[in-house]
């Protein structure tokens, strides 16, 4: 019998650490005893921090796409994930034939595009497929460290969330640039929406305020205000947690044992 495969999308604003979180994961799964298989799902990834063992970029030629095409770096983007839909039976079956029981797609880096187009949220529906699948979705703490930053980066991940139609974890990338005391207030954003009320009040002013108040409440009555976990993917913290909240999701607080 193939073993149980659960799969993990990472996604996230770019530059927000997708690829660098997607090998310190396959790491920490490695060291733990279980089995991994990472999937890339960038064209445009030039020398990603992992070896994947599925890659998109040996189906479409992002280069030749922009070249042929002459398209710029974003259009180039959207057409190579259009050309891809049509391999992605090729992509699930050689993601199967790993027989791995965890898998990692690092998504792409500009996921305004990939969640916003239809090609997106085929791929990634299609190449999970019937087995348990969620999204992680980072935050970047460069962004996320104003209460408005927050707040938009939280609206960009539901309407990841809208797209992808999958359990979603919300995951404070690049912690470690941060202090304690800032890490502990983002948590709390997350956990104590009056609290973020209360930082919007002070920080912005006028209509943006009022935005803010009325996307906060929007957001409380949808539950999309939940928990936070703090990860470094540079220094490997926080990745315990995480595994726990994955688990939490995956097989409602089991821990599943997963086969080589
Ligand atoms: N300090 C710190 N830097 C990080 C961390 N994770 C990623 N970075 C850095 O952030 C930059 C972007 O990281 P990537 O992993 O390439 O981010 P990405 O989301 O895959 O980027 P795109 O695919 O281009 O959107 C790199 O310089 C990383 O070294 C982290 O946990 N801490
Ligand atoms: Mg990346």
Not at 29 to 51: H, K, Q, R
Not at 116 to 129: K, Q
Request: aromatic share 8%; glycine share 10%.
């Amino acid at each position: 019998m193939s073993p149980q495969m659960f799969f993990t999308f990472l996604v996230g604003t770019a530059g927000s650490g997708k690829s660098l979180l997607t090998a310190s994961l396959e790491k920490w799964l490695l060291a733990s005893e279980m089995s991994v298989t990472i999937v890339n799902l960038d064209p445009g990834v030039e020398e990603p921090p992992y070896t994947s063992d599925v890659d998109i970029r040996e189906y479409v030629d992002y280069g030749e796409v922009m070249h042929q095409f002459g398209l710029g770096p974003n259009g180039a983007l959207v057409a190579s994930l259009d050309m891809a839909v049509s391999h992605v039976n090729d992509l699930r079956e050689e993601i199967l034939d790993t027989g791995r029981g965890y898998v990692l797609v690092d998504c792409p880096g500009q996921m305004e595009l990939f969640a916003y187009r239809n090609s997106g949220p085929m791929l990634v529906s299609s190449l999970s497929g019937k087995d348990p699948a969620l999204s992680l979705y980072l935050l970047d703490s460069n962004i996320a460290r104003t209460p408005t930053g927050y707040l938009s980066s939280m609206l960009l991940g539901m309407s990841i969330n809208i797209r992808f139609g999958l359990p979603q974890l919300n995951v404070l990338s690049k912690p470690d640039i941060l202090t304690e005391e800032q890490v502990d207030q983002i948590v709390e954003w997350a956990e104590e929406p009056h609290i973020l009320n209360d930082a919007l009040n002070i920080s912005a002013s006028g209509l943006s305020r009022e935005y803010s108040g009325s996307i906060l409440r929007m957001m409380e009555d949808l539950g999309g205000v939940t928990r936070m976990v703090p990860v470094s993917a540079k220094e490997m913290t926080g990745i315990e947690t995480l595994y726990g909240e994955l688990q939490r999701v995956f097989a409602g607080g089991e821990d599943y044992v997963t086969y080589e």
